[in-house]
C-alpha cells in the first residue's frame, strides 16, 4: 500500500531563517507530487506540483521554492521566512495511472514564523 | 474549472445520517465530482468519487443527479468523528499532466452527541 510522510510535524522558526520541508512517499512509482499551503481559517492554496524528477511548476510567486530530487522525495524550501509564510503545509500524491486525479495527502507541517 | 457551491456549515446529531449538498449548474459531460474531508488539524482525506452513477464505499454513499447539476455526498451514520470540513471538488479526467485539485471553502459539518 501507498504511504506519504511529512517531516517535521511541527516548526518554530524566526523570521529570515530558511526553511526546509520534506514530503516522501513510498509504494508508488513516478507519482505526481504536491504542495499545498493552508493559512489559518483559509483554503488550501496549491503552491507547487511536480510531474518527474527535477520537474517543478509554480502556481503563486513567493519566497518558496520546491525541488524534487528523487521520484518519490518532494521538498519545499526558502532562504528567508516571512512572517506571511506561517501555515499548514500539505504534501500529497497522485498515480497518473489513475485517470480521476484523487489525490492522497500527507499529515502536513504546521509551522509558525515568528 | 466548473464551479461548486455548498453551504458553509451543518449540523448533525451523533448516528443520523447527514446529507451533504453541492451544486454544480456548470458542470461538464466528463468532469467527475470528488469528495474530499478535512478533519481538524490533518491534511485533507479523500472520500469517494463519481461521474453519472451512484456510488457507495466504506465512508459514504455519494447521490448524483440525473443532470449532474448538483450530487449529495451521504454519511449514513454520523459519529464525532465525521466532525471535519467536507470539500466537493469538480475534475475533469487527466486534465494535462498536473491533475491540480481546487479547493473551495467547503461544508463545516459538526456532529452533536
Known amino acids: 500500500s501507498q504511504t506519504i510522510h511529512q517531516w517535521p510535524a511541527t516548526l518554530v522558526q524566526p523570521v529570515g531563517s530558511p526553511l526546509s520541508l520534506e514530503c516522501t512517499v513510498e509504494g508508488t512509482s513516478n507519482p505526481n507530487l504536491y504542495w499545498y499551503r493552508q493559512a489559518a481559517g483559509r483554503g488550501l492554496q496549491l503552491l507547487f506540483y511536480s510531474v518527474g524528477i527535477g520537474q517543478i511548476s509554480s502556481e503563486v510567486p513567493q519566497n518558496l521554492s520546491a525541488s524534487r530530487p528523487q521520484d518519490r522525495q518532494f521538498i519545499l524550501s526558502s532562504k528567508k521566512l516571512l512572517l506571511s509564510d506561517s501555515g499548514f503545509y500539505l504534501c500529497?500524491?497522485?498515480?497518473?495511472?489513475?485517470?480521476?486525479?484523487?489525490?492522497?495527502f500527507g499529515p502536513g507541517t504546521r509551522l509558525t514564523v515568528l | 474549472d466548473a464551479k461548486t457551491t455548498q453551504p458553509n456549515s451543518m449540523e448533525s446529531n451523533e448516528e443520523e445520517p447527514v446529507h451533504l449538498p453541492c451544486n454544480h449548474s456548470?458542470?461538464?459531460?466528463?468532469?467527475?465530482i470528488h469528495w474530499y474531508r478535512q478533519l481538524p488539524s490533518q491534511g485533507p482525506e479523500y472520500v469517494i468519487h463519481g461521474l453519472t452513477s451512484n456510488v457507495n464505499n466504506r465512508m459514504a454513499s455519494l447521490a448524483i443527479a440525473e443532470d449532474r447539476k448538483s450530487s449529495t455526498l451521504i454519511l449514513h451514520r454520523a459519529t464525532l468523528r465525521d466532525a471535519a470540513v467536507y470539500y466537493c471538488?469538480?475534475?475533469?479526467?487527466?486534465?494535462?499532466?498536473?491533475?491540480?485539485?481546487?479547493f473551495g471553502k467547503g461544508t463545516k459539518l459538526s456532529v452533536k452527541p
Open positions: 500529497a500524491w497522485r498515480s497518473i495511472r489513475v485517470l480521476t486525479d484523487t489525490q492522497y
Open positions: 456548470t458542470i461538464s459531460g466528463t468532469d467527475y
Open positions: 471538488i469538480l475534475r475533469p479526467p487527466g486534465r494535462g499532466s498536473q491533475g491540480n485539485l481546487i
